[in-house]
């Protein structure tokens, strides 16, 4: 295949410029030709090389097992708790801080965390926060005594973060 794609390469050249392969030397024609022949040969090693990679990649997809979607691993019951107790505190004041958070949560049930979201670059509080509480029920408490509340002005918005926890509305 290399050398007749070589011999249609040197036949254009001359179909564009006539007599131009008569005119050179036979020296210089076999080389141009060995040199032509070469980049042709490597080309070919290329483009075969590419079509290998084509057909197992396509042999790959079609042995490959048909998935709709990726299957969720089951929850282990202590991170659904912990996802249960978690609850998300919004409209605070930016002066607000992590430990006035867990004074304000308090009141309410023992308090395990409580973190005012800031800005990565200011440093400044974004207005809202997460607190965990110790059990579900402590967070449902706080979470119907505390939304809707006044907090130094500002009116909080105090709701679970997980979807199946009512909370008031």
Do not use: C
Request: proline share 4%; glycine share 6%; no cysteine.
């Amino acid at each position: 295949m290399t050398m007749s794609l070589v011999v249609l390469f040197l036949l254009a050249i001359d179909f564009f410029e006539p007599g131009y392969i008569a005119r050179l030397m036979p020296a210089h024609a076999l080389i141009i030709i060995i040199l032509l022949a070469g980049i042709l040969y490597r080309l070919d090693q290329i483009w075969s090389y590419y079509q290998r990679k084509i057909e197992e990649s396509e042999q790959e997809e079609k042995s490959r097992p048909i998935t709709t979607r990726a299957a969720k691993s089951p929850e282990d019951e202590a991170t659904k708790e912990r996802r249960m107790r978690k609850i998300y505190v919004g409209g605070l004041p930016h002066a607000t801080t992590d430990a006035r958070l867990q004074e304000i949560f308090s009141a309410h049930g023992t308090v395990e965390s409580a973190r005012v979201i800031r800005d990565n670059f200011t440093g400044r509080s974004r207005g809202f926060g997460f607190v965990e509480m110790a059990s579900q029920e402590e967070a449902q408490k706080a979470i119907q005594a505390l939304n809707g509340t006044d907090l130094d002005g500002y009116n909080l918005t105090v709701t679970s973060t997980h979807p199946n926890l009512p909370s008031e509305d």
